[in-house]
């Protein structure tokens, strides 16, 4: 169903099935559900452009359009309040999805940095809070060092699942991978958290 969460075996079962769902043309006669779960496939192996085609066919709010707000490539800004349709229908545990969504949104610049700070009182989480990490995260991309900002990207994704992602670690994360030039792996790595929290 919409806004179910896989396990790491469905997400598993979503990237066998990517090249399968990016062959199948966009149409809006096709169950809501089920386009969430083509666009998660087709995004889980990278393949955005193919994904982004959806755009026009998916309900605005939906965890399809939120994947593709993540992942589109070249796509510059996304409507605020679209966003916060997707945070109304959001379920999951502690609204989590949302606070990924809309930290990475704001690393991508894709949101305003006042969208950020209203959401963090609204959600209830400190997606502006400055900590060490983040500190050390945005030197490193001041530097322009890309090879140990991904390093540290990877080490703050550390975990067994995505409730223990803290969401203002994840925005200076995704800020900092699109500050030194990786830009497609900060897109995925936010359409990842969308799908998976």
Do not use: C, H
Not at 40 to 69: E, F
Not at 113 to 138: C, H, M, N, W, Y
Not at 169 to 192: C, H
Request: no cysteine.
């Amino acid at each position: 169903e919409s806004g179910q969460t896989p396990s790491a075996a469905g997400y598993g079962q979503l990237v066998l099935a990517s090249r399968a769902a990016a062959a199948i043309a966009p149409d809006s006669g096709i169950d809501d559900a089920q386009k969430d779960w083509l666009i998660a496939a087709m995004v889980s192996s990278g393949l955005d452009r193919q994904a982004a085609m959806w755009l026009d066919d998916v309900n605005t709010g939906s965890l399809g359009w939120a994947i593709i707000a993540a992942s589109a490539p070249g796509l510059k800004t996304v409507d605020e309040g679209d966003v916060e349709s997707f945070i109304g229908n959001d379920d999951s545990a502690g609204q989590q999805k949302s606070k990924l969504l809309v930290a990475g949104l704001a690393g991508l610049g894709r949101v305003s940095p006042e969208f950020l700070v209203e959401q963090s009182d609204d959600l209830g989480t400190p997606l502006v809070r400055k900590s060490a990490f983040g500190r050390v995260i945005t030197a490193a991309a001041q530097r322009g060092e890309p090879g140990t900002v991904a390093l540290l990207a990877m080490l703050a994704m550390q975990g067994t699942d995505w409730a223990q992602i803290k969401p203002d670690e994840f925005f200076q994360t995704i800020r900092a991978l699109k500050a030194v030039g990786l830009d497609a792996e900060a897109r995925m790595l936010v359409a990842e958290a969308v799908t998976r929290a």
